[in-house]
């Protein structure tokens, strides 16, 4: 199987690639505000705001991270909610505001609800 071709690969050879030649710092990353550490991330090829936003919820384990991006994320408040569509990412920003600051808590349960589905 050959992987060369494929996105993906590219998109972690670019990070790698930040990271050998020094405008990538992932320790620093961890001392940075949420924006900062995006706006770092995003200037790398392939690295997006939802991939950001993961980043920062996973790794960093920032509390008030919530991926409006994120399709499993919306379909799972669609469910909950029993809303007749999957909400935007608009609409998934307005639902989450009183969960502020912990929004990556509720991510995470409604992670496990789609996942249970």
Known sequence: MQISGCPLFFYCRNVATAIEE???HLDALGR???DRVRTQLEKITGIG?????????????RPDIWPVGDLALATAIQD??????????NELEDLSRPWKPWRAVAAR???????AK
């Open 49 to 61: 705001r939802w991939t950001a936003d993961i980043y920062l919820l996973q790794a960093l384990r």
């Open 22 to 24: 020094g405008t990538l």
């Open 109 to 115: 349960l409604l992670w496990h609800h789609y996942l």
């Open 80 to 89: 909950v909610k029993h809303l007749p569509s999957r909400p935007t990412p």
């Open 32 to 34: 940075m505000p949420d």
